[in-house]
């Protein structure tokens, strides 16, 4: 089956930025998504097609993916960016989602 | 604006059928590029997608998983209802429902999932 594949944490003084990489097969072929679950709550879509940002996320978030890899840039990162942060694209053929691994980012 | 809400029991036995319920507003699934998906996400791990209906009734599953998933919309009542067979201990997981976004471009599809309810906790437990 298709995977995602993320680095499991990330560590960032506040203010400095951040990097998520995702890799995947069929990211040449299909958009990277992000979504930020901060503890105890539902996920929340930060990136949408690689680098297009949903209305209300902060400028600091940002999206690039080229060839196998897509990549989430938190610039200037704040305490409240402090999460778990799934990337999320489907297979080749569109009809199967598939979430990645998983990275923790820490802001300390 | 859309919302979601996940509903259903929070206990169920071993081998028992999990039946839950996704109740939204601020969207109709009779609409072109409309769905409702299912994801879940066992405690202190990653999430993991389960099963998606299209405004056109069109169904999907988990590879790893169709044999045991069931997924069911209800126009009318704004309603969509996934059903789990055969019940484990490793199945307890907070269990989300999400609006689902879709477009096709000339054979090309997309599909992602937005807004998200606020999940439910499902335990398997004897």
């Known amino acids: 089956s298709y995977e995602l594949t993320q680095p499991p944490s990330v560590s960032v003084s506040p203010g400095q930025t951040a990097r998520i990489t995702c890799s995947g097969d069929a990211l040449p072929k299909k958009y990277a998504y992000w979504y930020q679950q901060k503890s105890g709550q539902a996920p929340v879509l930060v990136i949408y097609e690689d680098s297009k940002r949903p209305s209300g996320i902060p400028e600091r978030f940002s999206g690039s993916s080229s060839g196998t890899m897509a990549t989430l840039t938190i610039s200037g990162a704040q305490v409240e960016d402090e999460a778990d942060y799934y990337c999320?694209?489907?297979?080749?053929?569109?009809?199967?989602?598939?979430f990645g691994t998983g990275t923790k980012v820490t802001v300390l | 604006q859309i919302t979601l809400k996940e509903s259903g029991p929070t206990l169920v036995k071993p081998t028992q059928t999990l039946t839950l319920t996704c109740t939204f507003s601020?969207?109709?699934?009779?609409?072109?590029?409309?769905?409702v998906g299912w994801i879940r996400q066992p405690p202190g791990k990653a999430l993991e997608w389960l099963a998606l209906i299209y405004w056109d009734d069109d169904k999907r599953y988990s590879p790893s998983l169709k044999s045991r998933l069931t997924i069911t919309k209800d126009t009318s009542k704004n309603q969509v209802v996934l059903t789990m067979t055969n019940m484990d201990p490793v199945d307890t997981a907070t269990y989300y429902c999400?609006?689902?976004?879709?477009?096709?471009?000339?054979?090309?599809?997309?599909?992602?999932?937005?807004?998200w309810g606020q999940g439910t906790l499902v335990t398997v437990s004897s």
């Open positions: 999320y694209s489907t297979d080749s053929s569109g009809n199967h989602p598939v």
């Open positions: 999400a609006h689902l976004y879709y477009y096709d471009s000339s054979g090309y599809q997309e599909t992602w999932f937005d807004p």
């Open positions: 601020g969207f109709s699934l009779s609409t072109s590029g409309v769905g």
